[in-house]
C-alpha cells in the first residue's frame, strides 16, 4: 500500500496577511511537490490564503465546532471552512484538548461534522511527559483513538497524527524507535478496528519539534507518512527543506 506523503503546518495564533507571502514561496519552491503540502493558518486567514494558494498547496482549519451553525459565539463550523476554502481541518491538538478542555467525545463529534461537509480530518493524539514516564503511553493513545475517532471514516478522509506534548515547541525528540513503536502501534489499531482498507491507507503523521535538520531520518522510520509542524511552517525557509525530505 502506497500512502501520498503529507507535510502539513500548523500555523496556530501565528500570521496576518503579511505572511501569505510564504504561500507564495513554497509554491516556487515546489512546482510539482512529491508529496501533499498543506498549510493551517489561523481562520482569519483561511479565505486569503485559499486564493492566494496554488493548487499544489491545500489549506486547512485548526478547529471547527461539532455543529453547523448557531448560537455559538466565536467559533467556526466545518461548512464555513470548507466555504472559506479549507480542504482538511486539526482536529484534538493537545492545546485545543488543554486551553480549551475538549474531551475524546468532543473531538470525535468534531471528525464527524469535518467530515460530513467534506472536510478531511487530521486527529491528533499524543502522551505527556508524566504519561510516557509511567509507561502508558500505548494505553493513553489506544484511549485517544478509540474515543476520539468515529466510526464512519475513510483512508482518504481521515489523518491521524501522533503528538507526544513534551515534543511540541520543546525541542525534544523521542528516539527513533519511540515514534516507530507509536506509529506501528496506530497502524494496527486503525487495521483492527477499520480493516485493511481503511487501516492501511490512512496516513499517520509525526509531529513535535520537527526541524530541517532531524526530518530525514524521522520519515524514515516505518508507518511515519508525513510530519505536523508547528513552529518550523511559519517560514517556508524552514519548511521548505522538510517537504523535500519527505518527497
Ligand atoms: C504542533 O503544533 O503541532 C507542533 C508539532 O509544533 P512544533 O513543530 O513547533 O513542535
Redesign the pocket.
Known sequence: MTRRKLAAG?W?MNGTSADLVELEALAKAHPTPGCDILICPPATLISRAAAAASAQIAIGGQDCHQKDSGAHTGDVSAPMLLDAGAQYV?LG???RREDHRESDTDVRNKVVAALSAGLKAIV?VGESLAEREANNTLDIIGGQLAGSIPDVVTGDSLVV?Y?PIW????GKVPTLDQIGEVHDFIRIRLETRFGAGVGRSTRILY?????PANASEIFAVSNVDG???????LSATDFSPIITALE
Open positions: 500548523n496556530k486539526i491538538h493537545s492545546e491528533c497524527a503528538e515534543a511540541i515547541g520543546t509531529g513535535g519539534s520537527v526541524k510530519a505536523l509542524v508547528g513552529g518550523a511552517s
